[in-house]
């Protein structure tokens, strides 16, 4: 097995590889050399998928495969350019954050085909597969998902436990358990607010999970402005300084799980891609999970988190090597390793069964909510091109603005919605 790491010097090298794969493999005959792109490498993952591959051309000595890790903070450019250059890997790691912008290339093989024809068929979690076919706008299943994440709100059950309260159920009861397990002269606050970098995704994910609204658009206009998602606004932005810390105005992840993990804060709600830095720092005795708390409706609608998995690119000399690859990774035994491994809720409904998901408790709370035949899925447009400049570029310091006062919650998100409206009025015309 040649595996390449993930490395700033090699990228130039991965990506001129990426098209080199040994011809005739397309009919499934002869020895076939695939290259795999991991969408997110490092030296967290790439340990994992070097077991993997290794485990997969122990099964398969006729194909080897060539591994190239890339950072996720460049992956879709990457992508971008091997596609304008001709020089696709055989498969690569995807998520729905950007599967449209490569659909929208022509760059990906459909898999329904092969998913309904093969061992994959009926064991890949239906919400999982949803949020990929939605993703794509003629709904085909251009991804095999692998793992699919949540957001939870991270609690620490010792500091619960002793105040003598019971986790919130809703977001009335998340404002009240910050306030009371809030102690200044401490240095002790009960929650905390990402107000830096990533902030309106996880914020929308609240309002949403609090107003009980079911899409982000009624047509072509945006939801994202309705009367129930700001007052949950309000609510959060209430909090800051009183029951977080001051620094949370510019948090970004990397602040505000150090502020969790350094014994400062009660609360804090991200998703389950924390589970290793909060278990690790403070122990599964100590810290919790609960899904993201209710509002008046009682409503559990979801805004789910980018799926990640796997697709096979149309530019491959060897698709039928490159799915036996992603159908392997997908299977149950290499689908349980990694998810076991990474902390997220694996695709392949039979590891639901396994030791390992019981002994999780976030990860067994987080497939519950997905299985719920009551929970409602509610997708973000990430299909949009301009999704992520209005989220971010142009979002981040509004919100910030809000938590400072300068700018109230409606006049914020009516700003949002607008943009919103606008982009999906276009992308609408241009489909």
Partial sequence: MRIRRAAAVVLSLGLALAGCSDAGGGSGGGNATITFWDNNGGPGRTPIYEELIKRFEAKNPTIEV???????????????TAIAGGSVPDVGGVTTSYL????????????DERVDSGPLKGKLLPSLVETVRQTAPDGKLYSAPSSGNLDVIWFRKDWFEAAGLAPPTTWDELVDRATKLTDLGANRYGYTIRGGAGSVF????????????????????????????????????????????????????????AQFTGGSVAMMHHNLGSYSDVTKALGTDKVGAISLPVGPSGKKTVVPNPTDGFAVFKGSKNTDAAWKFVEFL????SNSYWNEKVGQIPANTD?????????????????????????????????????????????????????????????????????????????????
Avoid at 100 to 111: F, M, S
Avoid at 330 to 333: A, F
Avoid at 374 to 399: F, G, H, Q, R
């Fill in 330 to 333: 997908v299977s149950q035994e």
């Fill in 202 to 257: 996880q914020l929308l994910t609240e309002t949403y999970a609090y107003s009980g609204v079911e899409s982000f658009f009624e047509g072509t206009t945006s939801t994202v402005d309705d009367p129930a998602n700001a007052e949950l606004l309000g609510k959060v932005a209430s909090l800051y300084k009183k029951a977080t810390p001051e620094a949370d105005v510019n948090n970004n992840y990397t602040q505000m799980v």
């Fill in 66 to 80: 060539e591994y190239v890790g890339i950072p996720s903070a460049s992956v879709q450019q990457k992508y971008d």
């Fill in 351 to 431: 590891v639901r069964s396994e030791k390992w998901i019981e002994a999780n408790q976030p990860v067994r709370m987080a497939l519950g909510v997905l299985e719920d035949p009551a929970t409602k899925l509610v997708p973000a447009p990430v299909y949009l091109p301009e999704y992520s400049s209005i989220t971010k570029t142009d979002s981040e310091p509004a919100y910030q603005k809000v938590l400072l006062g300068e700018l109230s919650a409606q006049d914020f998100l009516k700003g949002l919605a607008e943009k919103l409206t606008n982009a999906q009025k276009e992308w609408e015309q241009r489909k």
């Fill in 100 to 111: 449209a912008n490569l659909v929208g290339q022509d760059a990906l093989e459909p898999l």
